[in-house]
């Protein structure tokens, strides 16, 4: 013997939500041109600092990279200056790091030569 209870059913009337997306970071185009030119002049003070020309490259990327991390800040023209300084310093201890193993090689080329 087989039941059959139509069980009635009934739906709630359709519910549609209005979805903005939300940019990851706020639109700032002034601050980038400001960003921009505060790199610029504190690059140059690097550079001019600078007597070894084999670090231009390395400071030049550190730049570019302390502007990436700092635009991806609340205050990216007050971080900015202190993230240069941090990879600045960084590249300078990595090309005297390069430096001593470059002379050291060179040394040992020498007297396996010799």
């Not at 550079?47 to 570019?64: E, K």
């Not at 310093?89 to 080329?109: K, T």
């Amino acid at each position: 013997m087989k039941r059959q209870n139509k069980v009635e059913t009934w739906f709630q009337p359709e519910t549609r939500f209005d979805v903005t997306p939300v940019p990851a970071v706020p639109f700032r185009g002034t601050q980038e041109t400001e960003l921009d030119r505060l790199k610029a002049r504190l690059l140059r003070e690097l550079l001019d600092q600078t007597v070894d020309p084999q670090l231009y490259a390395p400071l030049r990327r550190a730049a570019n990279e302390a502007a990436a991390l700092a635009w991806f800040t609340p205050f990216p023209l007050l971080l900015f200056p202190a993230l240069l300084e941090e990879k600045a310093r960084a590249a300078r201890q990595q090309g005297a790091r390069q430096r001593r193993i470059r002379i050291r090689s060179q040394n040992l080329l020498e007297d396996a030569v010799a």
